[in-house]
């Protein structure tokens, strides 16, 4: 059965930091390019990175230069470093497999993070 399970959520102050981690089982998560995505309350879930079986890295413009993808193929599990971090944070963070039509159904339970004073 394939899944992923997302952890390291929690409550920061803003400018804190957080590592997010996601697990994936199942199936081989190398072969994978892999994205995190974020669902704030009454809010579509939004795509904000990826990373490619190679390494490669993109972001989109609200989280450019302050987070960081990144993938440990042995240890099957995707990372994402969160730093300077604001309240328009606060949502359930997720991962997510992007090039398989059938992976792509798959979606963990998230974890959340809250970014309050």
């Known amino acids: 059965q394939e899944q992923l399970v997302e952890s390291g959520g929690g409550l920061v102050q803003p400018g804190g930091s957080l590592t997010l981690s996601c697990a994936a089982s199942?199936?081989?998560?190398?072969?994978?390019?892999m994205g995190w995505y974020r669902q704030a309350p009454g809010m579509h879930r939004e795509l904000l990175a990826t990373?490619?079986?190679?390494?490669?890295?993109t972001y989109r413009d609200p989280v450019k230069g302050r987070f960081t993808i990144s993938r440990d193929n042995a240890k099957a599990t995707v990372y994402l470093q969160m730093s300077s971090l604001k309240p328009e944070d606060t949502a359930v963070y997720y991962c997510?497999?992007?090039?398989?039509?059938?992976?792509?159904?798959?979606w963990g339970l998230g974890t959340q993070v809250t970014v309050s004073s």
């Open positions: 990373i490619t079986v190679d390494g490669e890295a």
């Open positions: 997510h497999v992007e090039n398989s039509s059938y992976l792509r159904a798959k």
């Open positions: 199942g199936f081989i998560l190398g072969f994978y390019t």
